[in-house]
Nanobody
């Protein structure tokens, strides 16, 4: 009932920048939390950054000062601006959205399909 479409991944050199986008559509009443996770080969999925409806944000220590998460509520879209990228940022990035559905007001959690970010010379 809720679909997420991610875009913006790719190959970039160390020190470069990328901007990820994730747009949600479907039977959405409201969105509480929006976030970005990543998973590198052989590693567990980890939270990169999250933003709540109040606009409060949370970042993992390794990306603080380099990544910025933002949201555009009118478009049900979350962004991740990634600057000063490092090879260790290489991973598949997934967006995650939590909110409530229309009519039933049931809670939902949805994941994007994932977008590859590769940082390499």
């Amino acid at each position: 009932q809720v679909q997420l479409v991610e875009s913006g991944g790719g190959l970039v050199q160390p020190g470069g920048s990328l901007r990820l986008s994730c747009a949600a559509s479907g039977s959405i009443f409201d969105i509480n939390s929006m976030g970005w996770y990543r998973q590198a080969p052989g590693k567990q999925r980890e939270l990169v950054a999250s933003i709540r409806r109040s606009e409060s944000t949370n970042y993992r220590d390794s990306v603080k000062g380099r990544f910025t998460i933002s949201r555009e509520n009118a478009k049900n879209t979350v962004y991740l601006q990634m600057n000063s990228l490092k090879p260790e940022d290489t991973a598949v990035y997934y967006c995650n959205i939590e909110g409530r559905l229309k009519v039933s007001y049931s809670d939902f959690t949805s994941w994007g399909q994932g977008t590859q970010v590769t940082v390499s010379p």
